[in-house]
């Protein structure tokens, strides 16, 4: 299948500093991304929608000055927790769709996930 | 907006057992309904698909059925074997251009040898 790697896979950081996610469709072209969210033992919590170009779609609930979203490409979307704090800690999930070619059968790619964890 | 349930929230089979999966959803307009794979610490892995054009699909020891009138859709894992244990998400989206998925609440499927 696709490709969708995400980095870092995990991070440590102090409580009050900011997180950056990056998740990259490595061999075909995303117009759009999404970022979910999972607690331990839990289901993924669909956070946002990332559009090339555009403002990112924020579900109900989801602070959009905390969890922002840039997708400047087509092959690059992040997510930066600003001002993190314990209760952000979780493994964040990031998934691509092709928008083009032969990967364009609708199936949505994961990426590796990144586990942060908020001191 | 879509609501997804799944059922049951733990499975315990000896190898060799069957075991199924329910999900009930809410949205008549979802079209698309994708089962996960998802083990400790990794990616959901996608095992399984199934569309609203069609009741049934089938792949080696997997199957999905889907009931559009009673919007409930079942995966069915036949001769389970140790390495099928695992957290299984069942998900339904609508089909916009883009695959916007909501996932059910997850299975966890231990498989005894």
């Known amino acids: 299948g696709a490709v969708v790697s995400q980095h870092p896979s995990w991070v440590i950081c102090k409580s009050g500093t900011s997180v950056k996610i990056e998740c990259r469709s490595l061999d075909f072209q995303a117009t759009t991304m999404f970022w979910y969210r999972q607690f331990p033992k839990q289901s993924l919590m669909l956070m946002a929608t990332s559009n090339e170009g555009s403002k990112a779609t924020y579900e109900q609930g989801v602070e959009k000055d905390k969890f922002l979203i840039n997708h400047a490409s087509l092959t690059l979307s992040t997510l930066t927790v600003t001002s993190a704090h314990p209760e952000d800690s979780s493994f964040y999930i990031c998934?691509?769709?092709?928008?083009?070619?032969?990967?364009?059968?609708?199936?949505?790619?994961f990426g590796e996930g990144s586990r942060l964890t908020v001191l | 907006g879509e609501n997804v349930e799944q059922h049951p929230s733990t499975l315990s089979v000896q190898e060799g057992d069957s075991a199924v999966i329910k999900c009930t959803y809410s949205?008549?307009?979802?079209?698309?309904f994708p089962w996960y794979k998802q083990e400790l610490g990794k990616r959901p892995q996608l095992i399984i698909d199934i569309r609203s054009n069609v009741g049934e699909k089938k792949d080696q020891r997997i199957a999905v059925t889907l009931n559009k009138t009673a919007k409930h859709f079942s995966l069915h894992i036949t001769e389970t074997q140790p390495e099928d244990s695992a957290v299984y998400f069942c998900?339904?989206?609508?089909?916009?251009?883009?695959?916007?998925?909501?996932f059910g609440t997850g299975t966890r499927l231990l498989v005894s040898p």
């Open positions: 998900a339904a989206s609508i089909n916009t251009g883009f695959q916007k998925l909501v």
């Open positions: 949205d008549s307009a979802s079209n698309y």
């Open positions: 998934s691509a769709q092709s928008s083009s070619g032969s990967r364009n059968t609708g199936e949505l790619f």
